[in-house]
């Protein structure tokens, strides 16, 4: 559904734990919703991302998908609302655009830059830091 409110909807109805959302990030673009508006009404119950990418075409009547990163889709403020709310589930990746030797390498690039800057990973301890907390705990 291009309408996360109608989505909501159904989950509170079906309300089970084994029961969640399958998020496509470009269905908010498609109804003219800001992810925020998105957002708010399926966080906490996303299970799965599917992303994409796509522009307007013909005076924006149309979607057309193209390559992540080529389109317009604000893949970077949905992986960031995810990253605020925990999120610890899968992101797939659509290729149907053809040859994946030829979509997958662009599609992989612009994923690890934005995963990377939605969700970074914490700092690593240095040994002198692990062992000057242990020394000042004991």
């Known amino acids: 559904y291009a309408t996360t409110k109608y989505v909501r909807e159904v989950v509170k109805q079906v309300y089970s ?8 990030v ?3 673009f498609r109804a003219l ?4 508006e998105a957002y708010d009404n399926i966080g906490g119950q996303v299970r799965h991302v599917h992303v994409h ?3 307007y075409a013909e005076g924006r009547s149309k979607l057309e998908p193209v390559v992540i990163g080529d389109g ?3 893949i970077g403020v949905a ?3 995810l990253a605020h709310d925990g999120y610890e589930g ?4 659509d ?3 053809g040859p994946p030797d030829d979509v997958l390498p662009q599609c992989a690039k612009v994923l690890h830059d934005l995963i990377g800057e939605a969700f970074p990973e914490p700092a690593e301890e240095t040994e002198s830091e692990t062992t000057e907390e242990t020394v000042e705990a004991e």
């Open 17 to 24: 734990d084994h029961f969640g959302v399958l998020w496509d």
């Open 26 to 28: 470009v269905e908010p």
């Open 33 to 36: 919703k800001t992810m925020e």
């Open 53 to 55: 990418d796509a522009r």
């Open 72 to 74: 317009a889709v604000p």
């Open 79 to 81: 992986l960031r609302y």
């Open 90 to 93: 899968y992101l797939s990746v």
């Open 95 to 97: 290729t149907r655009l």
